[in-house]
């Protein structure tokens, strides 16, 4: 279990780790709980998640992929043994939050946008999973123009080049063609 991933819902962490001999990410039930509850307290957090974890037991979900024995960095900085949950507990346990308040994270969760953004957002995903901006050389032209080529690669015909002209997308302007050169 090498790969770790934050991901952001709301801006609030989802911690997860990759467990190569099962081939699935496990994601830190705390986090999660964060998330939906947009709380910024870690122990309030966590109280809520075992509560929430006994709760669901007595209605008879269970939440049988919850593991104890996977480490996430904690916010000082040490390795702590947590609640972990695989993609179909989490989202056992986002169709079953008190209240239907997981709806917006499930649907950010679950996300399938196969538009070009949703597409190449997905591509973002996996080139910071994957370790490959590891081996680049952060900050030459050569590593921009393969990042690029990564996250736009069979979207645009112009993956990889250095683009001649300055664009616009919904209102914001991308860095001007000059400066690029």
């Not at 989802?14 to 910024?40: C, L, M, P, Q, Y």
């Not at 993609?87 to 070009?116: G, H």
């Amino acid at each position: 279990m090498s790969k770790k991933s934050i991901r952001y819902f709301n801006d609030r962490e989802v911690r997860a780790v990759w467990d190569g001999e099962h081939n699935k990410w496990w994601f830190s039930a705390t986090d999660i709980v964060r998330a939906i509850n947009d709380e910024d307290d870690c122990i309030k957090a966590g109280n809520y998640w075992r509560w929430l974890k006994r709760k669901l037991n007595t209605e008879g979900v269970q939440l049988v992929s919850v593991t104890h024995d996977f480490k996430f960095q904690a916010p000082d900085g040490k390795q702590r043994a947590a609640d972990a949950m695989d993609a179909e507990c989490v989202q056992t346990l986002a169709k079953n939050y008190p209240k239907n308040r997981a709806r917006k994270f499930l649907e950010w969760f679950t996300y399938s946008d196969n538009s070009i953004d949703g597409q190449s957002k997905k591509k973002a995903y996996t080139l910071i999973e994957s370790g490959l901006l590891e081996s680049m050389k952060p900050g030459s032209v050569e590593c921009l123009k393969q990042i690029h080529a990564y996250l736009f690669g069979g979207l645009y015909d112009f993956a990889r080049q250095i683009r001649t002209k300055t664009i616009w997308k919904d209102g914001t302007l991308f860095c001007r063609a000059e400066y690029l050169m």
